[in-house]
């Protein structure tokens, strides 16, 4: 059990976790009944794929992808000194010279294209809540076995 | 200014989008002018394209200057393969927006920005997937139109159209996430977006493209493009969002969003992952043809079994899918199945604007829903009546329609390829069209049949319902329907040209994605 854990699960956990949320969120959306909870369980699913992706661009004591003209030990010392004219001289001399070293850096790029997904969902999670409300306006039902009855009912098609 | 195509087919519907959200809630009258010129500006930029891709190959446009090896960028590609289906697109959209004018504009003049912004919005998706160069972009290209068709088909009156707009919602995400689920395993071994780059990299590292999570996203890629265009077993949502949705809605998507998402899968095929790579191990092909052939034969059965025309033509939809799905794996030397295919993509986009806009017309003007309810439509809207049939001949695959010619292509690829059951199939399929169509013109020209005896009755309810509309001029209908047929048999005459195009395209395409 132990090995089991160090081996495959420890070192995959966030996988693991992508993969059990995604069920979760694919589960709610083929069995529940009510139009509100199959939309969560699409929002589960949504956010699993984001975790996933997250999870692409972490490394080990990674620092953040920011280019630091300065270094982190010359801007210390910069600030120290309070000469801003100094630090500009600084600055210009130390473009280009000190291209920061990406092993270091977390991978912004996954994060970037997450953020497009998080706005494409919420989009889609709006439109399928408007569409919810139509259903209820004209259904007076957010279930979706009662909704079928009406439809099958053949009072429909007006 | 050429170089500049790709960016005006994504702009310019943008933008016209944009004018009439503004425009349009002033005065609805507005809306139509700018959604034409729009589209115009699109139609003609997608001709200088071909003119510009035969003269001096693809071209490249990388949106801010954020060239390929940065990793992030919007890479758009006009290449000889592509180009041929951004002219099918403009030209649809400029017909379905001719049909749409009145549709649109009589009941529900709120609605009608509304409409018309949801409708280049769409265009501005369909575009951009077709020259998307990078696999996350086209995503989001995918998901702009999805979320403009989930809009456009919740539209209608219909309370069945708001439902199947709702489970349309839920299996479009769910195919849309498998496809960024695939792009992510991807991105994970690769480290790149853009769809040479990662292409590049399969070649020159034969182990990473052997690898397991290689073919775990390809799995995933095709699973979520299959929901999109409603292959088989993932077809559920199709048949009611299409069928209850307002006419004009129906017109632009059910021609245009399945095929693009069969285009999006033959695209990644070839210029992601390699045909050589494809098609490795024949067992994955037989089966995908395999899958093809049952989604013929069902979706073939299944529209037998339908009465209301959309019906039958939507489940005729999830046969022709089937052809193409079936065609692009068949995998023989010379790749006439793919041809095939891609032919297919553009006759198909033809004849089923045809189809539908004749049943929009009949819906509309004869209150035809179902197909008893055609009786004696011949003599009342012969041109109507005509571009139904051309449409149909196409569908059933006679000889100057373009439906034929993309048979001949299928059928011969299937059988250089020995998928027997493939050629057998589409015979079966082609059989059922013409069984499906004829009882169509019998009851059109001859009436139902005597033993329900309700003719004249409901011939002179037609006439009633004729004159309740006497604003309605056809038109505007019936000209966009009498240019779509004439493209369906302009395509079947000019087939030569087309394949050829198509041919020098596969083998550009294919020179460099075979070298494994």
Known sequence: MAEFFEQTLQPHFNFWIYVILMMIGLWALIAKNNLIKKLIGMSIFQTAIILFYVSLGVKEDATIPILDPYGQAEHAAAEAEGAETEGEKKRDSYIGKKSPDPDTMANPLPHVLMLTAIVVGVATLGVALSIAQMIFKEFGSLEEDEILEIVKGGSVDD | ?516
């Open chain 2, 1 to 516: 200014m050429t170089d500049q195509i790709p960016a005006i087919l994504v702009l310019a519907p943008l933008f016209g989008a944009m004018i009439i959200g503004l425009a349009g809630q002033k005065d609805h009258r507005a809306c139509f002018p700018v959604a034409l010129v729009s589209l115009l500006v699109t139609l003609f930029a997608s001709i200088g394209a071909i003119f510009t891709v035969i003269e001096s190959g693809p071209i490249d446009y990388f949106m801010g200057g954020w060239e390929k090896p940065l990793g992030i960028g919007i890479h758009l590609r006009i290449d000889s393969l592509n180009v041929i289906l951004l002219v099918a697109i403009a030209i649809v959209a400029v017909l379905v927006a001719i049909f749409s004018i009145r549709r649109i504009g009589d009941k529900n003049a709120e609605k009608t920005p509304h409409f018309y912004s949801l409708y280049l919005l769409l265009c501005v998706g369909l575009f951009g997937i077709t020259i998307a160069g990078d696999a996350f972009n086209l995503f989001v290209l995918v998901e702009v139109s999805s979320l403009t068709s989930y809009g456009l088909i919740a539209m209608g009156s219909s309370r069945r159209g708001t439902l199947a707009a709702f489970n349309y919602v839920l299996m479009g995400t769910v195919g849309a996430s498998f496809y960024l689920l695939g792009v992510g395993y991807l991105y994970l071994m690769t480290g790149s977006l853009n769809m040479q780059e990662i292409h590049s990299i399969f070649v020159a590292n034969p182990d990473i493209a052997s690898s397991k999570a290689v073919a775990i996203s390809f799995i995933l890629i095709l699973i979520g493009i299959w929901i999109k265009m409603a292959f088989f077993p993932l077809y559920g949502w199709l048949p009611n969002a299409y069928s209850y949705c307002p006419s004009s809605s129906a017109c632009i998507l059910a021609p245009l969003m399945t095929k693009i998402s069969v285009y999006v899968m033959i695209r990644v095929m070839i210029s992601v992952f390699g045909l050589g790579w494809v098609f490795a191990s024949p067992g994955y092909s037989n089966l995908v043809v395999w899958l093809a052939v049952i989604a013929i034969l069902a979706g073939s059965m299944l529209a037998l079994a339908q009465r209301e025309i959309k019906k039958m033509l939507c489940y005729l939809i999830v046969a022709e899918v089937g052809y193409m799905v079936g065609g692009a794996w068949l995998a023989d030397e010379q790749l006439w199945g793919l041809t095939g295919s891609l032919y297919h993509i553009l006759a198909d986009a033809a004849m089923t604007l045809c189809l539908f806009l004749a049943a929009g017309i009949f819906a509309k003007r004869f209150n035809a829903i179902e197909i008893d309810d055609l009786e004696g439509l011949f003599k009342k809207a012969p041109w109507t009546a005509a571009g139904f049939v051309v449409g149909a001949l196409a569908m059933i695959g006679v000889p100057p329609t373009c439906g034929f010619f993309s048979k001949f292509y299928l059928i011969r690829g299937g059988i250089e390829a020995n998928h027997w059951e493939y050629v057998i199939a589409l015979l079966i399929s082609s059989l059922v069209n013409a069984v499906l169509f004829f009882r169509i013109f019998e009851i059109a020209f001859f009436g139902v049949k005597p033993s329900e005896g309700h003719g004249h009755h409901e011939e002179e309810e037609a006439e009633l319902k004729e004159e309740h509309h006497p604003e309605i001029p056809n038109w505007t209908g019936t000209s966009s329907l009498l240019v779509a047929s004439a493209f369906v048999i302009l395509l079947g005459i000019f087939n030569g040209k087309v394949v050829e195009l198509i041919r020098v395209a596969l083998e550009d395409l294919t020179v460099v994605a075979q070298r494994f």
